[in-house]
């Protein structure tokens, strides 16, 4: 096992920073991770926006939920998809390019390609001893995003990713069995077994939780999961994408 094994396997979210801000140095270095990951036919349709205005934080923080862990970091990172520099480029070489831009593929490789960089940049951080936190609470209230950040036409904030000095650590939470997740040649269909499995999953996620708060919380993976999602959220989504000029078509 070599190191950068070892710091994906290691990986856990942080809520709790030290007062510390990251140097402009580390902050380049991460955005230039993040370049480096792969992207769908070199589109780049990705932008990351950098918050250090405090107040500025103090108002995503509220627009996230009141995650305190917004504000309080070592630097804010947003990852947003861009198609926006496409229609630039579309407008510089004067070729009409509004039909693909707004296709569900365009939309899809946009998504895919910020979450390949966010990706890299979690952990080019977590390889400098910082932890990060993954925010997609940044999609409550998209439109007051948005405008707090004055983004343009074709472009959407996705997610956004606190990073600092730990100063606490966390634990960490075990994932759904290789076999769950792993599937060889075809999807594996036996329900039986399918549900075996999430059984398993159940008895290892209740027990971490019971140990982890003492006996006050027990429930499983799946009770969270479907109790999530008995309640739609954030169904204005797909108007406010179609609004930004994606995913028409």
Not at 3 to 32: C, P, W
Not at 129 to 134: D, V, W
Not at 143 to 162: A, C, D, H, M, Y
Not at 240 to 245: A, C, L, S
């Amino acid at each position: 096992m070599n190191t950068v094994i070892e710091t994906l396997l290691n990986h856990r979210s942080i809520r709790n920073f030290e007062d510390r801000a990251l140097s402009a140095e580390q902050i380049k270095t991460i955005v230039e991770c993040a370049q480096a990951a792969s992207t769908s036919s070199y589109v780049q349709a990705y932008s990351i926006i950098g918050v250090k205005d405090p107040e500025k934080k103090k108002q995503l923080a509220a627009l996230a939920g009141n995650q305190s862990y917004v504000e309080e970091n070592g630097h804010f990172f947003i990852f947003c998809a861009d198609l926006h520099r496409h229609d630039v480029a579309g407008e510089m070489e004067g070729i009409e390019v509004q039909e693909s831009l707004e296709s569900t593929e365009k939309f899809m490789v946009a998504v895919i390609d910020a979450a390949l960089a966010a990706q890299n940049a979690a952990v080019a951080a977590e390889s400098m001893g910082l932890g990060i936190c993954y925010i997609g609470g940044l999609r409550n209230q998209l439109q007051e995003v948005t405008e707090l950040l004055k983004t343009p036409n074709r472009v959407i904030p996705l997610f956004g990713l606190s990073v600092g000095y730990p100063a606490a650590d966390s634990g960490k939470k075990t994932r759904l069995p290789f076999e769950h997740i792993y599937h060889e040649d075809e999807y594996q269909q036996d329900q039986g077994l399918y549900k075996k499995q999430l059984e398993e999953y159940n008895e290892t996620i209740s027990a971490y939780y019971k140990e982890r708060t003492g006996g006050k919380r027990t429930d499983t993976w799946t009770s969270q999961m479907a109790n999530s999602l008995k309640t739609p959220r954030r169904m204005y989504m797909k108007d406010f994408v179609e609004n930004k000029g994606f995913n028409r078509k």
